[in-house]
């Protein structure tokens, strides 16, 4: 029954004089790809981080023609948008947040009425525009962003590895991008756009679309002038742009990689088995869709490990380890080429459908690749990080995959859930359906929905049409529900290889019964040393630290995982001698997932802990990215401006 309604729900996402085609459960081949993207109506797919009302009028194409200004750190132009409104709209309204819009007009110039609403700190303000006519038509806004868009990221030349140039970056998931582009900002809201940018020279700038213009073009006063298109509808949260003095390195066919000139031999060389990804991706899951798949290393102060911006991946320098042990983090954003960019979650609730599905893929491609071994060892770690989220869980709720409003962030319930949960929860179905018949199924899902929005009810509607029909008996093994939309873990779950650490479990527990750190550590997998290092008691002895510190080199790790794991055991035991290599690593990088976790430590130890970290963080805050900072902020560190 329940089905029934969902799809009869999705096939009424239609907005009147919308050509989208009528998205139902039939096969949507690559060369039918809809030129504007359905809306989800159903309650679960209605965005609470958006102002816009897309069932009244929605934005289908964005238009960019900006000037990047290093100076004032503004980017400034207009946006035209082109707009479907359904019979009798007066209105569209879209997302903002600290834009300074000069004026609105129609495609011929007319002023229109437009009002900035009241504000909220998170999802910025409405901004309303009198639509011109009926249907399909083009608004103009005329704006720049202000200096502290939290979108984006100015450096200076000291900021790069270069010290000569200025940089540009972007990072727009979740909610960010409404500080640079004033439009619909909602994953389920697809849209197509361009670009022209023009910077200083000799910048270079690059987005998250097709380059049409590869050496730029001269756009007086000393500027080039760059030209970018994406004809796919894309979530806007996936328009991301970086400019600064780049560097390119083909890497094969249809990759390659930009970065500071720099960095490109320490970049590429990591990254060689990068064609071989997209090769091994597209064997499991069906064609890549986006033309080019290439990477840009950015400068350490990128917030995230790697941003799955479409035809572009943003990665951070710090998965450079010399040995390609840390690549999980390339086959996990080009994953997001289908889950996450092809289909994509229709609300943060669902993120899970984004980054569990990836979470997932990535851990498939790694086997292709790189073996059975490495990719169990892998999965472990990740059930290992769905445990610990799981016990740490304030209350149940935010451990459910479907995330209840009042814990749907946008930016992502906690990672042990959202990506580890959800992984394993595709990890289980296959061991019950089996490897074969769940590749199967999970590429046509992808062709299915390809360039559409997904919430959990749907994605559960369609596995059961597509892959339970009707079997009761599988049905019952599979316990959808219960893997959605309950708290905890079903009893079901498909456990980890227990051979995948064997040999390190000895070890670590030999050490933690008194005996010397392990003589074989060095030679170790990283996955093994992280194994370790996590599963070590977190209280410890100094004398026991000075003998992992002495015996095994940590504070010298040039892996920054394993190096991370090390910091964040010696910050829990207060452990000095770490210290500079603490500092180090705070002032040297400002990737969330690692500075967060260690400054928030830190400060909360108010005897040992506050000083170092006040300390620390006014060196370290002005290298990180407004959304790091913001959220450091609020630990109280920085004397108050
Ligand atoms: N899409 C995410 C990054 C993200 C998540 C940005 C939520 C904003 C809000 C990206 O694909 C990701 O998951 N990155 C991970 C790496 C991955 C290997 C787990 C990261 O940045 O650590
Ligand atoms: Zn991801």
Redesign the pocket.
Known sequence: MKSFALVAALAAFAIAGCDAKEAGNSVSPASQEPQVAPILTTADAKDSYTYARPQEARVANVDLDLNLDFASKRVGGTAALDVIAAPGAKQVVLDSKGLEISAVTDASGKPLKWAVGASDPEKGAPLTVALPGEGKQRIVIRYRSAPGAEALQWLTPEQTAGKKYPYLLS?G??TLNRTWIPTQDSPGIRQTWSARITAPEPLKVVMSGERLTPEGEPAGQGRRAYRFRMDKPVAPYLIAIAAGDLAFRDLGRRTGVWTEPAMLDAAASELQDTEKMVEAAEALYGPYRWGRYDVIVLPPSFP?????NPTLTFL?PTFIAGDRSLV??VA??LA?SWS?NLVTNATWAD?WL??GF??YF?NRIMEAIYGKHRASQEAALSFDEMTKALKEAKNGDSTRLHLPPSDAN???GS?GIV?DKGAIFLRTIESIVGRERWDAYLRSYFDRHAFQPMTSALFLADLRQNLVKGDKQLEQKLMLDQWVYQPGLPSNVAMPDPAAFADVDRASSAFAKGGPPPSEFAGWTTAEKLRFLNSLPRKLPQEKLVALDRGLRLNEAGNNEVLFAWLELAVANRYDPAVPALERFLTTQG???FVGPLITALAGDSQWGRPIAVRIYAKARPLYHPVTAAGLDKLGLAPAK
Request: glycine fraction near 18%; avoid cysteine.
């Open positions: 990072q998931q979740p995230y490990g790697g941003m799955e951070t999980g983090l996990h954003e997001h996450g993120s984004n980054e990836t979470s990535e946008p930016d992502g990672s990506y990737r969330r997932k």
